[in-house]
Structure formats: structure tokens, C-alpha cells
């Protein structure tokens, strides 16, 4: 059994300050080519509970962005023809379910730790919703999803439905990660699972989540991310980069986006590695927090 590599990495410090090795799954057969979510996910509810909210945890207005939001959508990511966008959302929601049952235990660690963070969430890629099962139904909580793809919004509400939400208390926005449709120190937390993988910028798209972010506020992630240098799987990916990168609205294999996070500048991040069975192509996975 191979182990799962866990790096802590405290701003206060000089860097890594703790390496904790815990068991990492084999990985035997690779995913569909349209498994990279690269951002989507699900949202809604029930009733009319916003009158009865206080102030404080009515979801920020989707506003100010140093750019534009509805203009660096159309520059990093047009909307495609709806033919397209509506296959692509169709197949996330279909086609996902075993990486979905075998990520599951890995979200659960991730997302327990939203209890705590706060009433206002903004998910970023939140597509057919497949994590709002995890914090959905936490009390008053507000939920702000983006996702450039305006297909996902019928499935996103439907997640949230079967979440609890009530559907005041969502909200969904076409945009991306590069300007992100919220307040300056708006959000306890921003959630982000298999984004990074096609976003354009990916500094950019960190940096916005950390303006959006409340001091001491989290970000939750998983992202797969490229295998390590000179390995086969690192060879195959870098082969099948192109092609998946065109049927996969934009999906990277070969981003090193572990490297990325650890030098965003958080004040302390806890970093895992794993590999999946029903995401060979896609492995090895990052999985863990930030705080800003």
C-alpha cells in the first residue's frame, strides 16, 4: 500500500512545517475523458426563509470585482452553443457517479471542517452540485454558485433541493474564477473542486479568492494535478493533454497546481496527495484547506 503524502504549510513559519504520511488508494483504470468537473456542481431548496434571516447572513450582493466579472467572462470563457453546454452539463451529471462514490470520503474530511467557517459560501465551478450534499443543509447558510456554464444551474438547484436549501438562500452566477462576482472580505469560505484544472489564470483566480475571503476565512479544494516528472503516467498525460483539453471545455492533465497553492500566499494550508482508482488519467489528486 502506497502512502498518501499530507504537507502543513504556516505563513508564521519558514515554510512546510510537518509531513504526516497516511495511506493512499492504488489507482488501477482511467476515468472517462469528460470526468474533469473543472468546475461544476449543484444548488437549491425550499421555502422563504430570507425574511426571517438576520442581516448579517444575507448573501453578499454579487458586485464589485476589480475587473468587470461579466467582462473577463467573456474573455477567458464565451458562452459556448447551448447544444454544447447542455451535453457537457448532461454528461457531468451522468457520468461522475463512481468518482463521486470513491472521492466521497475525502470530501466529507474536507467539507466537516465548513461547519465551523461560517454562514456565507461562494462555490466556485458549482456545475451539476454535487458538494452541496456535504454543507448545503448546515443552518442559515448562503450560498453564492459560479459557474460559466448557465447549463448547470437546473441541475445545481436540483442538488440543492435534495440538500435542503432553502432557495432563498442560494444564488447562481455565470462568471469565472478570474473576477469573481462578490465583495471585497465577503465570504467565510470559497469551495473549488476540479477548477483550478481549466481555469486561464491560475494565480489570478487565487488571488481573487483570497480578496473575496474574509480575514482568517477558508478555502476548501480538491484538484487533480499533474504525475510526477519523468513517470509513465506523466508521459501519457502530456500526450493526451491537447485532447482533453479540447473535450474537456479546457481541462489541464499536467498543471502543477499543488505547487501553486503552497506558494498563494495563504496563512496556513493543509495539503494532501491521493490517487483514485476511477481517475488513473487524472492522478494524483490535492485535496485539503486554506486559510487567508
Known amino acids: 500500500m502506497q502512502q498518501q503524502q499530507q504537507r502543513l504549510v504556516g505563513r508564521t513559519g519558514s515554510g512546510p512545517t510537518s509531513l504526516t504520511p497516511k495511506p493512499r488508494r492504488l489507482c488501477a483504470f482511467a476515468a472517462l475523458p469528460r470526468l474533469c468537473r473543472c468546475g461544476r456542481r449543484r444548488l437549491i431548496g425550499s421555502a422563504s426563509s430570507a425574511a426571517l434571516l438576520l442581516p448579517a447572513l444575507a448573501l453578499p450582493s454579487p458586485a464589485a470585482s476589480p475587473v468587470d466579472p461579466d467582462a473577463m467572462l467573456e474573455r477567458v470563457h464565451p458562452a459556448r452553443p447551448d447544444w454544447y453546454e447542455k451535453f457537457y452539463a448532461l454528461a457531468m451529471d451522468k457520468f461522475t457517479k463512481p468518482y463521486e462514490a470513491e472521492i466521497a470520503e475525502y470530501k466529507s474530511k474536507i467539507f466537516s471542517q465548513l461547519m465551523a467557517a461560517g454562514k456565507n459560501v461562494l462555490e466556485l465551478g458549482i456545475g451539476t452540485g454535487p458538494n452541496l450534499k456535504y454543507y448545503a443543509s448546515a443552518d442559515g447558510v448562503n450560498i453564492l454558485g459560479v459557474d460559466p456554464n448557465k447549463q448547470m444551474e437546473e441541475y445545481a438547484r436540483g442538488a440543492a433541493v435534495s440538500a435542503g436549501l432553502p432557495p432563498s438562500n442560494f444564488t447562481f452566477r455565470r462568471g469565472v474564477g478570474e473576477a469573481l462576482p462578490a465583495e471585497d472580505n465577503s465570504m467565510d469560505a470559497v469551495v473549488g473542486t476540479l477548477v483550478l484544472c481549466s481555469v486561464n489564470d491560475v494565480d489570478m483566480v487565487l488571488r481573487e ?29 502530456g500526450a493526451l493533454n491537447p485532447l482533453q483539453e479540447f473535450v474537456s471545455d479546457g481541462c489541464h492533465l499536467t498543471r502543477k497546481t499543488g505547487e501553486i497553492l503552497e506558494g498563494a500566499g495563504f496563512s496556513n494550508l493543509s495539503l494532501s496527495y491521493t490517487r483514485l482508482s476511477t481517475a488513473y488519467i487524472l492522478s494524483p489528486h490535492v485535496y485539503g484547506v486554506a486559510r487567508k
Open 209 to 237: 479568492i483570497k480578496r473575496v475571503l474574509k480575514p482568517g476565512g477558508l478555502y476548501i479544494f480538491i484538484e487533480h494535478v499533474a504525475a510526477p516528472d519523468g513517470s509513465f503516467l506523466r508521459f501519457v498525460q
